[in-house]
């Protein structure tokens, strides 16, 4: 299947929110509440917060254009020194843009899809002036870290992230870039 991955726009809001509705569920540990991860996407994977993500000089957010109006994928970069002490400790390559998000639409799961839009992004944070790029996954999603491990990450810590009232371990990985 043919797409093309570009830079979202300020019309992609809404997609973006609708895409994230149906896959941040799928990067949460499985005991995670139901309330806890609709108040998650609430609170920070709406149309509105999408709209502030994509005014943001510091974030880039590319997307997997079906065509149609169809999004097959996302992933948003932030391109700004990490705050967390555990990961700005635990990077070696730096200075570091963070890998906020990447999410494939179920149905394109195992295509190809997700590395192209890798791709893409690792060019966008190389472009960007970023010697490393690093990601949060939850320890449990077995499936993501297989994928970025594949995509040349590697992991070199841990963090916590607060889903709602419960606190997930997450690992931190690093993946260098060029050279
Ligand atoms: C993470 C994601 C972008 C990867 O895209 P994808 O198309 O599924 O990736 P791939 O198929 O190339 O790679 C997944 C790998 O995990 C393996 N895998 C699948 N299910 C698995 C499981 N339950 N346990 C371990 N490995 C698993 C696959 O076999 C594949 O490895 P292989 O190529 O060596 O066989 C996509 O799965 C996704 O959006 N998931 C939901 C959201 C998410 O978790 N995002 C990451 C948040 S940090």
């Given at each position: 299947m043919t797409h093309t991955i570009r830079k979202a726009t300020a019309?992609?809001?809404?997609?973006?929110?609708?895409?994230?509705?149906?896959?941040?569920?799928?990067?949460?540990?499985?005991?995670s509440s139901p309330e806890d991860i609709a108040a998650h996407?609430?609170?920070?994977?709406?149309?509105?917060?999408?709209?502030?993500?994509?005014?943001?000089?510091?974030?880039?957010?590319?997307?997997?254009?079906?065509?149609?109006?169809?999004?097959?994928?996302?992933?948003?970069?932030?391109?700004?020194?990490?705050?967390?002490?555990?990961?700005?400790?635990?990077l070696t390559a730096l200075p570091s843009a963070e890998l906020s998000k990447c999410y494939v639409h179920p149905d394109h799961h195992g295509l190809g899809a997700a590395a192209d839009l890798m791709q893409a992004t690792i060019g966008h944070a190389a472009a960007a002036g970023a010697t490393g790029?690093?990601?949060?996954?939850?320890?449990?999603?077995?499936?993501?870290?297989r994928f970025y491990e594949k995509s040349g990450f590697r992991k070199v810590g841990t963090k916590s992230f607060r889903l709602g009232s419960a606190v997930e371990h997450d690992f931190v990985m690093e993946r260098r870039l060029g050279g």
């Open positions: 019309d992609d809001a809404g997609r973006l929110a609708e895409l994230a509705a149906v896959t941040f569920p799928l990067a949460c540990p499985p005991g996407l609430a609170d920070t994977l709406s149309e509105r917060h999408f709209r502030t993500y994509l005014a943001d000089p510091g974030v880039t957010i590319l997307v997997i254009d079906a065509g149609g109006g169809g999004l097959r994928g996302y992933s948003l970069l932030v391109n700004r020194p990490a705050l967390d002490p555990d990961v700005a400790s635990a790029l690093w990601l949060g996954v939850n320890s449990q999603n077995t499936k993501a870290i």
